[in-house]
């Protein structure tokens, strides 16, 4: 059999710092915000690191759980890739500020910026290091969020949803064990105006002026259509599968970004899945990006949902994910 790439651990962090909605409508003095974002996004609460974290920091912690849980040491690892659109810096990349902080010394590092579609993206990648090439047995993927640090707390379009947190992921070969089977890329480009960091890089320079004019934060600068995610998740979804050689009916469980749970229930609808078979946490984490997919499979293994890494008996398992860009990608794994 050829090698394949088998999850061994998952590890999350969460700051502990949290804001309910009542905090946020009472900062922003806008009455009905609470009840709105329960109504229709799903939000009733999100954790937002502390003044002296970064995203390394959470990525760190996340890493070292997901360690623990696999039962390897960070010297083992034979690669580290971290996917956030919230570094540290510009450059150097996070990723190999992560590999200092965790002692994973033998390990190559980069990271991978396609929004919140970069977790699954990453895992993709990293299938396809361990299925190629016979000197990667272990590899490290880190989905790291770290908005709220880019967050304008006045402006209620971002302050309201975003949120900080990290997922982390052990992948290691196998020749006996089928784990990644197949995944989708996607993108359309036409859209990599509407959100975004957009201070900060060669098309838009920190000056004094934009920072002045507060620039640098976070901001929609143009709506995305409102079926967007609806419209691309199930067909992203099905043409996964048929890659994989399988049917919605084999799948056990679909986890989804993060960021509405109104569009996962019609999602789920479209594919014709009963809501059991997904599981959500925006409620009591808000908008965690690229770390949210993780988080949500690390909740439903803490409620009995989902077996843990170790103890599945080779389960169907769909991601589906998107970002800002447009970014988006898709991928179906075997749970051992």
Known sequence: MIRSAVVTGL?????????????????????????????????????IMADDEVTSDLAANASREALEKAGIDAEELDLVILSTDTPDYLSPATSVVVQHKIGAINAGTFDVNCACAGLVTSLDIASRFIGSDSEINSVLVIGAYGMTKFVD??????????????????LQSSEDKEGFIASKLIADGSFHDHLGVFVGGTAEPPTIEAIQNNKHHLAFRKRFPADTNLKYWPELTRDCLTKANLTIDDLEWIFFTQVNLRT???????????????????????????????????DAIDQGKLPPPGEGNGEYIALCSSGGGFNMAAAVLRWW
């Open 264 to 298: 996962i229930e019609a999602v789920m609808k479209e594919l014709c899945l009963p809501l059991e078979k997904t599981h959500n946490v925006m409620d009591k984490w808000g908008y965690t990006g690229s770390a949210c997919i993780a988080l949500a499979m690390y």
């Open 11 to 47: 590890g999350i962090y969460i700051p502990e710092k949290m804001l309910t909605n009542e905090d946020i409508e009472l900062m922003l003095n806008r009455p009905g915000t609470a009840e709105w974002l329960v109504k229709n996004v799903g939000i009733r609460q999100r954790h």
């Open 153 to 170: 707390w006045t402006d209620h379009y971002t302050c309201t949803l975003f949120a900080d947190a990290a997922g982390a992921m052990i």
